[in-house]
C-alpha cells in the first residue's frame, strides 16, 4: 500500500472535489484514490454503497484509513448509504434504507445503520456527512416528517461527537425539494445545512429558484446534469443531453465546494481524468 507524494496544488483555483459515486459499481481500494490524486484533484467525497465502500468492512475502511493518514488527498465528505445491499435496492423493498420509515421499530435499525456508516469518521476523519430525506420520488407525507425529525435529532448528536456535521440533500422526491427543506427546518428547528444538488433542482424547481431557496445554508454542492427529467448524472458541458446553464449555476456556485457526482460512462476509459477536465471547463466559465 502506497501514498501518494505530494503535489503542488493551485490555491487560486476552486474547491475541488470529485465523488467516488463515478466509479460506484468498483470495489474502492486506494488504486482508485491514487488515480484521482494523480489527476490533480485534491479532495474526495467517498459514497457509502457496499459494493463499493462497504461501512461494515472493517478491513476495508481500516485500509482506507491507513492511506488516509499518510495522504496529501483529503476527505470532504461522506456520502450516506441508501440501501443495504450490494444492487442498489433490486435485492427488494427491505433493502431501502430511509429515515423517512413511519414504523418506529423498522425506522430504528436504519438508523443504527447510518450510524455505523458515520463510524466511519473514527477511521477516516471527514467534514460533512451527506444525508437524503427520503426516497427519489416518495411523496410527502406530515406523519414521515415526524419520523425523519425524531431520526435525525439523534443522528445529529451522533455525528457531533465524531466532529462531522450533517448536511440535507434537496431530492427528487416530495419530502426534499427546496422549498419542503425549507419547511421542514422551519417546523422542526433543527439546526441543519444543505449540500445543494444541481441535477436533483433541475428536475424540480430550476436550479436558480432553488439556490435562491436554499443559499443561506449551503455548505456543499454536488456538480451534475441532466435533461430535467431523468437523474443521469452527466458530465456537466458534455454531450449526455444534459440541459443545466452551466455559465448560470457557475455564477451561483462559485463560492461552495464542488462535488462533482458523475455516473459511469461504459465507453470512457479516463473517467478521472474526464472529471478533471470537466472541472477545469467549469472553472472557465
Same mark, same amino acid.
Given at each position: ?6 503535489? #503542488? ?34 479532495? *474526495? &467525497?467517498?459514497? @457509502? ?11 476495508? *475502511? ?14 470532504? +465528505? ?26 418506529? =421499530? ?12 458515520? &463510524?466511519?469518521? &473514527? ?11 427520503? *426516497? ?5 407525507? !406530515? ?9 435525525? $435529532? ?21 419530502? =426534499?425539494?427546496? !422549498? ?14 444543505? @449540500?445543494?444538488?444541481?441535477?436533483? +433542482?433541475?428536475?424540480? &424547481?430550476?436550479?436558480?429558484? +432553488?439556490? #435562491? ?18 437523474? +443521469? ?17 457557475? $455564477? ?12 459511469? *460512462? ?20
Amino acid at each position: 500500500m502506497t501514498a501518494p507524494a505530494g503535489k #503542488r496544488r493551485d490555491t487560486d483555483r476552486m474547491n475541488r472535489v470529485l465523488s467516488t459515486h463515478l466509479f460506484v459499481q468498483h470495489r474502492l481500494t486506494t488504486v482508485w484514490l491514487d488515480r484521482i490524486w494523480d489527476a490533480g484533484i485534491p479532495q *474526495v &467525497e467517498l459514497y @457509502c454503497a457496499r459494493q463499493h465502500l462497504d461501512w461494515r468492512n472493517k478491513a476495508q *475502511v481500516n485500509e482506507l484509513g491507513y492511506w488516509f493518514r499518510d495522504s496529501s488527498l483529503k476527505v470532504h +465528505a461522506v456520502h450516506g448509504p441508501t440501501f443495504t445491499d450490494e444492487f442498489w435496492g433490486r435485492s427488494g423493498p427491505d433493502a431501502v434504507l430511509t429515515i423517512t420509515e413511519r414504523v418506529k =421499530s423498522k425506522r430504528l435499525p436504519m438508523v443504527d445503520e447510518i450510524k455505523r456508516a458515520l &463510524e466511519v469518521a &473514527e477511521t477516516v476523519p471527514f467534514r460533512y456527512f451527506i444525508q437524503h430525506l427520503g *426516497v427519489t420520488g416518495e411523496e410527502f407525507d !406530515e406523519f414521515k416528517v415526524d419520523a425523519a425529525f425524531s431520526a435525525l $435529532e439523534e443522528l445529529m448528536l451522533f455525528a457531533r461527537h465524531r466532529g462531522v456535521e450533517m448536511l440535507l440533500e434537496n431530492t427528487p422526491n416530495g419530502l =426534499s425539494s427546496a !422549498e419542503r427543506l425549507l419547511t421542514f427546518l422551519n417546523l422542526t428547528h433543527l439546526n441543519l445545512n444543505i @449540500c445543494f444538488d444541481t441535477g436533483h +433542482a433541475h428536475m424540480n &424547481e430550476g436550479v436558480e429558484t +432553488a439556490y #435562491r431557496l436554499l443559499k443561506p445554508r449551503i455548505r456543499s454542492a454536488h456538480v451534475h446534469d441532466n435533461d430535467g427529467k431523468e437523474d +443521469a448524472h452527466l458530465f456537466p458541458l458534455g454531450t449526455g443531453g444534459g440541459t443545466i446553464d452551466w455559465p448560470a449555476a457557475m $455564477e451561483l456556485l462559485k463560492p461552495h465546494p464542488l462535488v462533482l457526482e458523475l455516473r459511469e *460512462v461504459e465507453t470512457m476509459e479516463h473517467p478521472i481524468q474526464e472529471a478533471q477536465a470537466t472541472l477545469d471547463k467549469l472553472e472557465a466559465l
